[in-house]
């Protein structure tokens, strides 16, 4: 069986079990009722309650409403079944897709792989590992990402892809 991570606990919140997770996800992942699993033995986990304030997500799992049950969940990471996985819309990916794909600019001059994709207030930013082992940051608008199939094809502007 095949995991996703879709979150971390960053912290817990108060007695009654409550956790603050920071989210890898820009889907409901977290809605009442949902389940998750937690931590890397993927302990299957069902939510109790859920809210959001300032950009976290503060959860209650069903037979943790208790600090000293979930502290030691603190710093442990979420996950969903790969096979529970929406179907996208056309121009959306999962992070996990785009991870590992060749990047080439219009010219088919290639620039790297994409080792990592880190989110950015303005946007998502794939990180692209050269072949000099620098690391070149490429907003992941379609301004500069052209093309996502088997490689990703950039439009590259002057600054953009250092050398």
Do not use: C
């Amino acid at each position: 069986m095949n995991y996703i991570e879709v979150g971390k606990i960053v912290n817990t919140h108060a007695l009654k079990g409550e956790v603050k997770i920071k989210s890898y996800s820009n889907m409901d992942r977290f809605n009442k009722g949902n389940i998750l699993y937690l931590g890397e033995s993927h302990i299957e986990v069902r939510i109790k309650t859920h809210r959001v304030k300032d950009n976290f997500d503060y959860v209650v799992f069903e037979n943790y409403e208790d600090i000293n049950l979930i502290e030691p969940y603190k710093n442990k990471l979420l996950y969903i079944k790969e096979t529970d996985l929406e179907e996208l819309e056309e121009d959306e990916y999962y992070i996990k897709d785009l991870i590992g794909l060749k990047v080439y600019n219009e010219d088919k001059v290639y620039i790297g792989t994409v080792k990592n994709v880190s989110e950015y207030p303005a946007n998502f930013m794939l990180e692209v590992l050269k072949e000099n082992g620098k690391i070149a940051l490429i907003p992941f608008r379609k301004e500069f990402v052209l093309e996502v199939k088997d490689v990703i094809i950039i439009h590259e502007i002057e600054g953009l892809v250092w050398k």
